[in-house]
């Protein structure tokens, strides 16, 4: 069993930036693509940036060029570092750890960008 636990949340101005940790244990987390996911009031939950085992990484178009994911095999921890924050970034952020068939979510860390 995949235990994923997200960190880093909080109450950050427009324009500010915040990074997002998320741990993963119990298996090897190196075989293991990892996600970010968000999921703001009333909407369903949308991939926001995935890095792939190898370190490849994919992002939304809505957040090209303001959001960064990277992963430290050594750590068993990725990471999302957020900047150029805009109030619709409101959302709990989620980190998903998948490989074949299984999946795994954590629990979940609230970002609010507000002034």
């Known amino acids: 069993q995949v235990q994923v636990v997200e960190s880093g949340g909080g109450l950050v101005q427009p324009g500010g930036s915040l990074r997002l940790s998320c741990v993963a244990s119990g298996s090897i987390f190196s075989i293991y693509a990892m996600d970010w996911y968000r999921q703001a009031p009333g909407k369903q939950r949308e991939l926001v940036a995935s890095v792939s085992s190898g370190g490849s990484t994919n992002y939304e178009d809505f957040v090209k060029g303001r959001f960064t994911i990277s992963r430290d095999n050594a750590k068993n921890t990725v990471y999302l570092y957020m900047s150029s924050l805009k109030p619709e970034d409101t959302a709990v952020y989620y980190c998903?750890?998948?490989?074949?068939?299984?999946?795994?979510w954590g629990q979940g860390t609230q970002v609010t960008v507000s002034s």
């Open positions: 998903y750890g998948r490989h074949g068939y299984s999946g795994y």
